[in-house]
């Protein structure tokens, strides 16, 4: 076995959220895919660290990889590799874990706790993803597009390609992604939408179940599966009161008026670190 674990993309957002709750041995071993990069510097709270561009010796030394960003300049360096790539970007061929785009992950999740509660039988959910999910290029755009319209200036669409800043979009980029990921049982019908915000995932949930729901044991059993639930007089949760937070958070959790046997859910999440989490657990079980 290799005497670390490679990070590819460790610059990156997700990167950095990454080594934030990478707690296990071997080490990690930092890296850039970023094209024509010989090193990068990537910012964490104690220092600045110099991130090289990933090399044969890195990929030789490797237990097991994880691909955070810049996905197919790796896959072009990872074609001889033997030890296992955990991708996060999509653009790794046949990964050994694929980590699903953070709407797919949650509520997969989250289906998997209401299925102990009671039989699902269908779901439908309507999400708002954040502009981190695209990286700093993403971040980047919204805040220029904010400056650019209250400064009455043309704005950057590279990202977005409509204005995303004080604006929702019906539709975000990565509908298609969060959709291929969620299983098809119970049925899911899924929209993810682009919300004006820099951080943080919000989801509206209804779910159906087999019988009548009692929204008290159905709030105690999310209670008992560990989820974070703000019931009574606790606010629901937002995107911004979650950032940090592992799993996810529930609240505004109520009986639907016309089917008794539905409920209506508000979910929040951090977006990296759902991700980052999955991917560190998927590098712990392959070693």
Same mark, same amino acid.
Request: hydrophobic share 50%; with cysteine; proline share 5%.
């Given at each position: 076995?290799?005497?670390?674990?490679?990070?590819?993309?460790?610059?990156?957002?997700?990167?950095?959220?990454?080594?934030?709750?990478?707690?296990?041995?071997?080490?990690?071993?930092?890296?850039?895919?970023?094209?024509?990069?010989?090193?990068?510097?990537?910012?964490?709270?104690?220092?600045?660290?110099?991130?090289?561009?990933?090399?044969?010796?890195?990929i030789a030394d490797?237990?097991?990889?994880?691909?955070?960003?810049?996905?197919e300049a790796a896959?072009?360096?990872?074609?001889?590799?033997?030890?296992?790539?955990?991708?996060?970007?999509?653009?790794?061929?046949? /990964?050994?874990?694929?980590?699903?785009?953070?709407?797919?992950?949650?509520?997969?999740?989250?289906?998997?706790?209401?299925?102990?509660?009671?039989?699902?039988?269908?779901?439908?959910?309507?999400?708002?993803?954040?502009? *981190?999910?695209?990286?700093?290029?993403?971040?980047?755009?919204?805040q220029k597009q904010?400056?650019?319209?209250?400064?009455?200036?043309?704005?950057?669409?590279?990202?977005?390609?409509?204005?995303?800043?004080?604006?929702?979009?019906?539709?975000?980029?990565?509908?298609?992604?969060?959709?291929?990921?969620?299983?098809? *049982? /119970? /049925?899911?019908?899924?929209?993810?939408?682009?919300?004006?915000?820099?951080?943080?995932?919000?989801? *509206?949930?209804?779910?159906?179940?087999?019988?009548?729901?009692?929204? /008290?044991?159905?709030?105690?059993?999310?209670?008992?599966?560990?989820?974070?639930?703000?019931?009574?007089?606790?606010?629901?949760?937002?995107?911004?009161?979650?950032?940090?937070?592992?799993?996810?958070?529930?609240?505004?959790?109520?009986?639907?008026?016309?089917?008794?046997?539905?409920?209506?859910?508000?979910?929040?999440?951090?977006?990296?670190?759902?991700?980052?989490?999955?991917?560190?657990?998927?590098?712990?079980?392959?070693?």
């Amino acid at each position: 076995m290799g005497s670390s674990i490679l990070l590819i993309g460790a610059d990156s957002l997700l990167g950095k959220e990454i080594r934030d709750v990478y707690h296990l041995a071997p080490r990690l071993q930092l890296a850039t895919a970023a094209l024509d990069a010989t090193a990068v510097f990537a910012a964490s709270e104690e220092e600045i660290e110099v991130v090289a561009a990933v090399d044969a010796e890195m990929i030789a030394d490797a237990a097991a990889i994880i691909v955070a960003a810049n996905g197919e300049a790796a896959r072009e360096k990872l074609v001889d590799c033997t030890a296992p790539v955990i991708d996060l970007t999509g653009g790794i061929d046949k /990964p050994a874990r694929a980590i699903p785009h953070a709407t797919a992950a949650l509520l997969t999740e989250f289906i998997e706790h209401v299925q102990a509660y009671d039989g699902v039988t269908r779901v439908i959910a309507t999400a708002f993803v954040p502009a *981190s999910e695209y990286g700093r290029a993403g971040i980047n755009e919204l805040q220029k597009q904010t400056v650019a319209l209250l400064s009455f200036k043309p704005m950057p669409k590279e990202i977005f390609d409509a204005q995303s800043a004080f604006n929702f979009l019906a539709v975000a980029k990565s509908q298609e992604d969060a959709r291929r990921a969620l299983g098809t *049982s /119970p /049925p899911v019908s899924l929209r993810v939408a682009q919300a004006p915000v820099f951080h943080g995932l919000s989801v *509206s949930v209804w779910v159906e179940f087999a019988s009548r729901v009692s929204v /008290p044991k159905l709030i105690e059993h999310l209670k008992e599966e560990g989820v974070d639930v703000r019931d009574g007089d606790l606010d629901p949760p937002d995107n911004t009161g979650v950032a940090g937070m592992s799993g996810y958070a529930a609240g505004a959790i109520e009986r639907d008026a016309t089917n008794g046997n539905a409920a209506w859910l508000w979910l929040a999440a951090d977006n990296l670190r759902l991700r980052a989490e999955l991917a560190v657990d998927a590098a712990r079980e392959l070693l």
